[in-house]
């Protein structure tokens, strides 16, 4: 919701598409400076404190831009939203496999990204609705009680349930260093980032692209630019809700290189498709490899690393994620001009393949291993 609010309030004021492309960059680089600089923090401190730390600098921001007459403040305290969510996500994440049992990881981070996802696809509509008829503010207000809502909620956990060591520091410089150290050791780590990453690049290019295919190459106008979102939305929900009853028969490293197929099947099929329609069936195809590829990477991460070590890592997968998402939206632009939006789709499908690829090259042996003690525990 507030992403719309935010962004109609700052085009209105300034009709320019710089200041909207400003709004959308100190959103996203946050994740990619203060996350990877967050890591220590994450681990090092309470995780409890740090959510609801970040939950309140949030509220604050929302209170506070109701008041706002400036653009260059309201794009400044979009920004502090961003450093906070920045911290909060990964502490989530990292805290998550001491909520759950083992047993229950996989379905527990599947839940909370179906919720995510829905929550995402719900927001924009119902925040346009309430925008065209009052304006932002009351957009602001709900957001802010949001946050209100989060942090009460997030009171109520015991410290220990969100964190089960914390490790004494060495110096904040060597515990990033020890981060960043975990992905030369871990096979799993190094599956997780080059897959992810080789597959979020093929996103940057699907998500500039898009428009251009539902409305040039295909002729939908806006519907069916919209149709498409909607599609890969409903793909997204649906591949989420698989991955518990998936990860419950096979390990996550041994059905993770198959998740890339769908992504690439799909985003293949909507490259060639001969109309809208074919396109919106084929990225529900796209959005359900993309719904069981991104939390299984989640349980990849939680599963490969100790709770001491956990935040730090997280924030590096988060942060290089981001940036090759944001340089492929840079990218995106000129081959979309350049070529045509079906080859800029048909692009991101090999990036997708070259993922699973990749996947399966890295973890053949380790997943092997994995699998026959996991049948064997299972016996």
Avoid at 75 to 87: E, M, Q, R
Avoid at 268 to 293: D, E, F, R
């Amino acid at each position: 919701m507030a992403t719309i609010a935010l962004t109609v309030d700052v085009q209105s004021r300034t009709q320019s598409a710089w200041w909207v492309s400003a709004l959308f960059a100190v959103t996203l680089l946050p994740s990619v400076v203060f996350g990877l600089a967050a890591g220590p923090v994450i681990d090092r401190v309470s995780r409890k404190g740090l959510l609801v730390g970040a939950d309140l600098a949030r509220l604050g921001v929302f209170v506070a831009l109701p008041f706002v007459n400036s653009v260059s403040l309201i794009v400044g305290l979009a920004g502090v939203a961003g450093i906070a969510n920045s911290f909060f996500r990964p502490a989530v994440l990292a805290g998550l496999p001491n909520l759950v049992p083992e047993q229950e990881l996989a379905r527990g981070t599947a839940l909370l990204q179906t919720a995510d996802w829905t929550a995402t696809a719900a927001g924009p509509v119902v925040a346009g609705a309430i925008v065209g008829v009052s304006g932002p503010h009351l957009v602001y207000w709900i957001n802010a009680g949001t946050f209100l809502f989060s942090a009460v909620l997030v009171v109520r956990i015991a410290g220990r349930y969100l964190q089960s060591e914390r490790g004494i520091t060495r110096g904040y410089w060597r515990d990033l260093r020890e981060g960043v150290g975990e992905f030369r050791v871990s096979r799993a780590l190094q599956t997780a980032f080059f897959a992810l990453g080789l597959a979020a690049i093929g996103a940057g290019l699907i998500n500039v692209s898009e428009i251009f295919l539902a409305r040039h190459s295909l002729h939908a106008g806006a519907f069916g630019y919209g149709l498409l979102w909607t599609a890969s939305g409903l793909g997204l929900l649906s591949g989420s809700l698989l991955v518990g009853s998936l990860l419950e028969r096979r390990t996550a490293l041994s059905a993770y290189p198959w998740m890339f197929l769908p992504w690439a099947a799909g985003t293949l099929g909507a490259a060639v498709s001969p109309n809208i329609w074919v396109a919106a069936v084929a990225m529900v195809v796209s959005g359900i490899g993309n719904g069981l590829t991104f939390p299984t990477t989640v349980v990849i991460v939680q599963q490969a690393t100790a709770d001491s070590i956990r935040g730090r890592v997280f924030t590096v997968i988060i942060s290089a994620q981001n940036a090759l998402l944001g340089l492929a939206f840079v990218g995106a632009g000129a081959m979309t001009g350049a070529v045509g939006a079906r080859w800029v789709f048909g692009a991101a499908a090999g990036l997708s393949l070259a993922g699973g690829i990749t996947a399966f090259g890295l973890t053949r042996r380790t997943a092997a291993r994995i699998e026959v003690r996991h049948h064997e525990q299972v016996a």
